[in-house]
């Protein structure tokens, strides 16, 4: 299987910055396609925040375009978010996916894995 691991969560004031970050282990093969983050606040659904594909293409949601950079490093499975300029409307608790390929010695599987939630609190 694939476990997520995140960190870098914690309490800013409105302005301030977070990195987060996320690896992915395995006992196995897993190739990755695209990682990402999305955030679910109290009372809403979960949502995109930024995701990126192998090849370094990404996609933004447009509340925190120009604030938020997600990047990631491919030898390490890790993918990063930056988060400038925070705001009270960023609190939530966030999460890391990954989809790609798990192969064993004879089989392969396409594969979804989330980690389990970093919470990001910004104060006014």
């Known amino acids: 299987q694939v476990q997520l691991v995140e960190s870098g969560g914690g309490l800013v004031q409105a302005g301030e910055s977070l990195r987060l970050s996320c690896a992915a282990t395995s006992g196995n093969i897993f190739v990755i396609n695209a990682m990402g983050w999305y955030r679910q606040a109290p009372g809403k659904q979960r949502e995109l925040v930024a995701n990126?594909?192998?090849?370094?293409?990404?996609n933004y949601s447009n509340s925190v375009k120009g604030r938020f950079t997600i990047s990631r490093d491919n030898a390490k499975n890790t993918v990063y978010l930056q988060m400038n300029n925070l705001k009270p409307e960023d609190t939530a608790v966030y999460y890391c996916?990954?989809?790609?390929?798990?192969?064993?010695?004879?089989?392969?599987?396409?594969?979804?894995?989330w980690g389990q939630g970093t919470l990001v609190t910004v104060s006014s």
């Open positions: 990126i594909t192998s090849g370094g293409s990404t």
């Open positions: 996916n990954a989809d790609g390929v798990l192969s064993g010695r004879y089989w392969d599987k396409n594969l979804e894995v």
